[in-house]
């Protein structure tokens, strides 16, 4: 359980979240800032529990196995990381940030997909096939609500943190993503072709 | 084995960014496509691939890779990959004929079936199957107007995520068919 629990805070990544959704909200009041955070966060929480709940039929529904899930979870978790470890300039929440400057989020992209993202979404179909359904629903669960209060303290964690203080965070997490996605993509290419 | 329900989310994903009635057009012209390439595979497969020394496999391990580098640019649409110019356009021929609808499994069966039945019967099978799948797969365009254009959005990123995992797989059992099965007994012996 307490794995589960940091490995989901570590691909939810509360803090990056939470430096990206400080600069999309600028323009708004800080009032107004945590009604956003709070709705979006719900939202979140709602689509990754339906995901928990019905994503395994999804899957069998199109084919997919287990193994093609580990493998391409673990890419996309491999480009998000590097890309953690190698900020590049336009970054994509400066890109999302230009189409929205005077618009209230809704949904896209905070819910889906800085919160909900592809990274986070696969690794709970894969701990669901592992765990049963109780554990990975309390784990989510759990990080959830640390993550929506994080989110919700925003303003003032990036303030302590400072620029250099998230940043050198983001670093770190990244590291850490890059070796669980790899693991995630050796692990299902073993299971698939070497199974037992 | 053409699979019109589970290639309903496949195809509203690569025509998300098509108006609905195009979106209607282009399925349709897809699926003739798709019969013709089908039909080509039926009446002269086998000779046709022997002739490029192609295996059969290849066509479901390219096919993956190339939808895993598509779905790659629904899922970071910020990076300037090389290899897939960013499709602000309509798909063409790629990939929804080939290879989500003519597919690999089914471009094997019916080299396979030609071997055993003759062409006519073949053909007749292939084109009410394929008469079945246009009527499904046109129909459900109509999700595109009921999902609305925020709930299109929402759902790209899911629809992303849908395509690789897909992509992988078709890489995954094209390997597979790829390689005899006792590699991977003597493999883990």
């Given at each position: 359980?307490?794995?589960?629990?940091?490995?989901?805070?570590?691909?939810?990544?509360?803090?990056?979240?939470?430096?990206?959704?400080?600069?999309?909200?600028?323009?708004?009041?800080?009032?107004?800032?945590?009604?956003?955070?709070?709705?979006?966060?719900?939202?979140?929480?709602?689509?990754?529990?339906?995901?928990?709940?019905?994503?395994?039929?999804?899957?069998?529904?199109?084919?997919?196995?287990?193994?093609?899930?580990?493998?391409?979870?673990?890419?996309?978790?491999?480009?998000?990381?590097?890309?953690?470890?190698?900020?590049?300039?336009?970054?994509?929440?400066?890109?999302?940030?230009?189409?929205?400057?005077?618009?209230?989020?809704?949904?896209?992209?905070?819910?889906?997909?800085?919160?909900?993202?592809?990274?986070?979404?696969?690794?709970?179909?894969?701990?669901?096939?592992?765990?049963?359904?109780?554990?990975?629903?309390?784990?989510?669960?759990?990080?959830?609500?640390?993550?929506?209060?994080?989110?919700?303290?925003?303003?003032?964690?990036?303030?302590?943190?400072?620029?250099?203080?998230?940043?050198?965070?983001?670093?770190?997490?990244?590291?850490?993503?890059?070796?669980?996605?790899?693991?995630?993509?050796?692990?299902?290419?073993?299971?698939?072709?070497?199974?037992? | 084995?053409?699979?019109?329900?589970?290639?309903?989310?496949?195809?509203?994903?690569?025509?998300?960014?098509?108006?609905?009635?195009?979106?209607?057009?282009?399925?349709?012209?897809?699926?003739?496509?798709?019969?013709?390439?089908?039909?080509?595979?039926?009446?002269?497969?086998?000779?046709?691939?022997?002739?490029?020394?192609?295996?059969?496999?290849?066509?479901?391990v390219s096919g993956g890779v190339i939808l895993f580098l598509i779905a790659l640019k629904m899922l970071f649409p910020e990076t300037h990959g090389p290899m897939i110019p960013t499709q602000s356009g309509e798909p063409f021929l790629f990939p929804l004929a080939i290879p989500l609808i003519a597919g690999p499994s089914i471009l094997a069966t019916l080299i396979e079936l030609g071997r055993i039945e003759t062409t006519f019967v073949v053909i007749t099978a292939l084109v009410g199957a394929?008469?079945?799948?246009?009527?499904?797969?046109?129909?459900?365009?109509?999700?595109?107007?009921?999902?609305?254009?925020?709930?299109?959005?929402?759902?790209?990123?899911?629809?992303?995520?849908?395509?690789?995992?897909?992509?992988?797989?078709?890489?995954?059992?094209?390997?597979?068919?790829?390689?005899?099965?006792?590699?991977?007994?003597?493999?883990?012996?």
């Open positions: 359980m307490l794995e589960l629990i940091l490995k989901f805070f570590a691909i939810l990544n509360p803090l990056g979240c939470m430096a990206q959704a400080v600069s999309m909200l600028r323009h708004f009041s800080p009032a107004r800032q945590r009604r956003i955070i709070a709705r979006e966060v719900s939202i979140a929480l709602v689509i990754l529990l339906a995901i928990n709940a019905f994503g395994d039929q999804a899957l069998s529904y199109l084919g997919i196995k287990i193994t093609a899930l580990q493998i391409g979870g673990g890419c996309i978790l491999f480009l998000i990381a590097q890309s953690m470890l190698f900020p590049q300039e336009s970054h994509a929440g400066d890109v999302a940030d230009a189409d929205i400057e005077k618009k209230e989020p809704f949904v896209v992209p905070l819910a889906i997909p800085l919160i909900a993202g592809p990274g986070i979404i696969a690794n709970i179909l894969i701990e669901s096939e592992k765990h049963p359904p109780r554990i990975v629903t309390g784990a989510l669960f759990a990080v959830w609500c640390i993550s929506a209060g994080i989110l919700l303290l925003a303003p003032q964690i990036g303030q302590t943190l400072g620029k250099k203080g998230l940043a050198v965070l983001d670093r770190f997490v990244g590291l850490l993503l890059i070796l669980i996605s790899v693991n995630m993509i050796l692990e299902g290419v073993k299971a698939h072709f070497l199974p037992g | 084995m053409i699979d019109p329900p589970g290639n309903i989310p496949l195809f509203l994903a690569a025509l998300r960014s098509v108006p609905e009635k195009r979106g209607r057009a282009i399925v349709l012209r897809e699926m003739i496509i798709a019969l013709g390439v089908m039909v080509l595979f039926a009446l002269g497969g086998g000779p046709l691939l022997a002739i490029f020394g192609i295996q059969i496999t290849s066509i479901g394929w008469c079945i799948s246009t009527v499904i797969l046109v129909a459900s365009s109509q999700l595109q107007r009921l999902l609305g254009d925020s709930g299109l959005a929402a759902c790209e990123k899911v629809m992303g995520l849908v395509l690789l995992l897909f992509a992988v797989q078709m890489i995954l059992d094209g390997l597979q068919a790829t390689f005899p099965s006792e590699l991977f007994a003597r493999l883990n012996a």
